[in-house]
């Protein structure tokens, strides 16, 4: 087809480059599970890929939840503190022994946990939609106050949930499993399939595709752009409020420091998944290929002794960097 | 090669055998092209008849698949487009390649700024481009931030800023598009100094009686080949226009009946849109297509989107005799009324999204079914619209970026269309757009008003308002100064009006 004798023509494709740019994070999943395969015998085994995935089901759903508002245009920096801040508050209510019966008490704090999770959400999506205040700074301001009224609740120590009987009751929802698989991996799935449907195949999920592509075509369409973002900021207060259903029962604790840099985990599965950070294009499936991603890195890291474990902070730095530039490379004719 | 010297039968530039393809699309096929030293040559031709390829060859952006190009004989190749500049050819973009947040100065000397010692020298920037602009016959002033300007004047301002650079051969590529006849004729008074001073200018437009005005040369692409190139003075513009498309364009207006006593579907009165517009009442009838006139900038984009619930407004709107007050265009649409904006690629269409994205976009609720988007009656719907709008495109999955401009107003119109409104404002609905595709656009609108729907139509070319208004608005500063219908919807009547040159003017 090409023309020896021409210069190398810089493939000028067109469509194919959004088809590269979906399947980058997969190929770059495989590469790793070679990469850990390698590394150590044990990394392959059952026991560790479904401990790592389990291990990453919070990211997950948080990243889920970013993926909406990066796409919609915006970002939401408040993710690991108001996840912090709702676990502490799903926790109080639980030692606060308004409801006696052990399941009613924890039906209720779920249910409370996934209220406040909206609500916080839906103040972030306020702030930058009615005050018209860049999400940057918007969400630095929220995460300050989430993270605050954290260590306030907490005075600085740790919340712990007293009753043993809901413990007991509760623990199994990130311990257990459901036919082999352990529930928080159901999690990430049922969540991933209901946020692709949703954002894949429904008019909203358009109109975020459309607000986050071009604000003005949006609103000379008759698209509300306040309502579809600020929507997309409750979505993600629900995915973490849903991430914190899966925290609590792990060690039944939150304190100060729950959730720290969950953010940058959150954003940088988003982005490692191929979705763009400018808005317009959501990849949900890539966003939860991006959370494993992170995930095994860090194991690959633990089992193996080419890095320190405590250098693991800055690969995940890394690991957003190097997404950005493959991704732009790939954007790029 | 070089002990030819540069002599009068040698061109500045020359260009043979020039062709490229992508993939197996062979969009410029042995173009032999050349410009002599002070000489204008027009390059015309339909959207995607290669006028952009060719510009983007000679001005270095693309190398060329086949052939090879001369500067005073001597072949050269550009690595990019700065090489070309270096070698004195400059071109300047159609769209506004401008920073908003700057001054015109800044603008002007950006990446090649005046300094003394390590301090910018703000002064002589200033007077630099004060006087670059005031060459250009403008008279704006070199310290407003461009964001302030309108889209002319930041026109004028690029113009100013590529003309800074040495240049041998100056690329235009289609200037007048968003330009006021006044603004158009500084512009080409411009073009013949640059002429007069030995430079050699090639020359792309649609604007035909323009060519016909500035040309000395004139060269007509379609479909990617050279089908003839004339001394301007020996052809006419409908033999242009003719040679463009392939075949007659004799009629470009549709007839229009004119149906009398029709119902009023919306009155305007005292309608203010702050900063733009003043006082404005007028009335629009049912199968009525109503001109609405004026130069750029005289706020008739405003006052559309002010009615339509795109800016704030204040004042008096009755649709159907009911009081509206349209706070998004969510309202608007639903009562029916759909704006389409100037701006088709900044405000109408999705560039990055397919064609089936953008046309079901402000009709999605029309495609929903019980949870999920219905996309089989989406797909359905593009094909009846390229059908119905006749868009001409080889692809349906293709990103509507990549349609021609003609083919993507088309689709704009086809997408607004999908909300069966009543009444439908068009702004500058044939601006870039070859003639083939406005003949066909005129017709559409036409139709539309045939259908019993109401149209305006906000445009800065008289000869299309009064090929298919009723009746035209005129507007100036902000304000509605008089109507025209009948016998004096003449360009005369109308820019005595937009300029306001006469005695009575009561504003």
């Known amino acids: 087809m090409a023309n020896v004798v021409s210069e190398p023509a810089k493939a000028p494709k067109t469509s194919k480059d959004w ?38 089901s919070f990211i997950a759903v948080i990243a889920l939840g970013a993926t909406y508002v990066i796409t919609s245009g915006g970002l939401d920096l408040s993710v690991g503190a108001m996840l912090a801040f709702v676990a502490s508050l799903m926790i109080l209510f639980l030692n606060s022994g308004t409801i006696a019966d052990p399941a009613l008490a924890l039906t209720a704090g779920m249910a409370l946990a996934i209220a406040i999770g909206a609500a916080c959400g839906l103040a972030n999506g306020l702030i930058t939609t009615i005050g018209r205040i860049e999400p940057f700074i918007a969400t630095l301001g929220t995460m300050g106050i989430y993270r605050g009224l954290t260590t306030w609740l907490s005075q600085g120590g740790a919340i712990t949930v007293r009753d043993r009987d809901i413990m007991a009751l509760y623990r199994p929802v990130y311990s257990g499993s459901f036919v082999g698989v352990p529930i928080p991996i159901i999690v990430i799935f049922v969540t991933a399939a209901i946020a692709a449907f949703v954002l894949y195949r429904t008019r909203y999920g358009r109109h975020v595709t459309a607000v986050g592509s071009n604000e003005d075509v949006a609103r000379y369409s008759g698209i509300s752009i306040n309502r579809v973002r600020t929507v997309t900021y409750v979505i993600q207060g629900l995915c973490v409020a849903v991430a914190v259903l899966l925290y609590v029962p792990r060690l039944g604790s939150t304190s100060a420091t729950t959730g720290s840099f969950w953010e940058l985990q959150a954003i940088t599965a988003v982005v490692v998944g191929g979705t763009a950070l400018r808005g317009g294009v959501g990849r949900i499936w890539g966003t939860i290929c991006g959370a494993f991603i992170l995930e095994i890195v860090g194991n690959i890291m633990l089992l193996s002794n080419f890095v320190s474990e405590y250098l693991i902070g800055a690969i995940q730095g890394a690991i957003i960097i190097i997404a950005m530039l493959v991704q732009r490379s790939l954007m790029r004719k | 090669m070089s002990s030819v010297e540069a002599s009068p039968v040698v061109p500045l530039f020359e260009a043979t055998g020039l062709s490229k393809t992508f993939g197996i699309i062979e969009v410029l096929k042995d173009i032999n092209i050349n410009v002599r030293a002070g000489e204008v040559h027009a390059i015309i031709g339909e959207n995607g008849a290669g006028k952009s390829t060719l510009m983007k060859i000679i001005a270095g952006n693309q190398p060329p698949t086949r052939g090879e190009m001369k500067i005073d004989g001597e072949v050269v190749t550009f690595s990019g487009p700065v090489d070309a500049e270096h070698r004195g050819i400059v071109l300047v973009h159609q769209e506004i ?30 007077e630099g481009a004060a006087k670059a602009v005031r060459d250009l016959g403008s008279d704006i002033d070199p310290n407003t931030i461009v964001s302030r300007l309108s889209i002319a004047q930041r026109q004028l301002v690029q113009i100013a800023r590529v003309l800074l650079v040495p240049h041998r051969i100056v690329i235009f590529d289609e200037p007048t598009a968003s330009l006021t006849p006044h ?37 007509v692409l379609r479909d990617g080949r050279l089908v003839a190139s004339h001394n301007t003075s020996e052809i006419q513009p409908a033999d242009m226009a003719r040679l463009m498309v392939g075949r007659d364009v004799a009629k470009l207006y549709p007839d229009r009946h004119a149906a009398a006593a029709r119902e009023t579907v919306l009155e305007v009165e005292q309608f203010n849109v702050p900063g733009y517009a003043q006082d404005a009442s007028f009335q629009l009838k049912k199968g ?30 009755r649709h159907l005799g009911k009081p509206v007050n349209f706070r998004d265009v969510h309202a608007s649409l639903k009562a029916g009324i759909v704006y389409l904006s100037e701006d088709r690629k900044g405000k109408g269409l999705l560039l990055t999204k397919d064609l089936i994205v953008n046309l079901t976009l402000a009709s999605l609720s029309k495609f929903a079914g019980v949870l999920q988007i219905d996309r089989k009656r989406e797909s359905a719907a593009l094909d009846k619209a390229i059908h119905d709008f006749d868009i001409r495109t080889g692809r349906k999955d293709i990103l509507a970026g990549q349609l021609s401009g003609g083919n993507q107003q088309k689709l704009l119109l086809a997408k607004m269309m999908l909300l069966d409104p009543s009444i439908v404002i068009i702004d500058e609905p044939t601006r870039g757009i070859d003639i083939g595709n406005k003949e066909q656009i005129y017709k559409f609108i036409a139709n539309l008003a045939e259908e019993g729907r109401s149209i305006i139509v906000v445009s800065s070319e008289m000869p299309e308002l009064i090929g298919i208004c009723d009746r035209i608005l005129v507007m100036r500063s902000g304000r509605i100064v008089g109507e025209v219908t009948g016998d004096h919807m003449n360009e005369n009547e109308i820019v005595v009006l937009a300029t306001g040159v006469t005695k009575g003017e009561a504003a």
């Open chain 2, 97 to 126: 390649l401008l920073a908003p947040d700057l001054t015109v100065a800044q603008n002007i000397y950006l990446g090649r700024e005046l300094h003394k010692g390590v301090f910018i020298d703000d002064r002589a920037m200033n």
């Open chain 1, 19 to 56: 088809d590269m740019a979906a399947i980058a994070p997969f190929i770059a999943l495989a590469l790793l599970l070679v990469l850990g395969y390698f590394a150590n015998p044990n990394f392959m085994t059952s026991a560790n890929l479904l401990n790592v995935v389990t291990r990453s």
């Open chain 2, 288 to 317: 009525e297509i109503l001109g609405f006139a004026g130069l750029v900038g005289a706020g008739r984009t405003e006052l559309m989107e002010g009615m339509v619930g795109l800016r704030p407004s204040r004042g008096t709107v």
């Open chain 2, 183 to 219: 603004e158009t004729e500084a512009l080409l008074k411009v073009i013949r100094q640059i002429r007069a001073k030995g430079v050699g200018v090639l020359y792309i437009s649609h604007r035909l009686p323009e060519v016909k005005e500035i040309a000395d040369r004139v060269t």
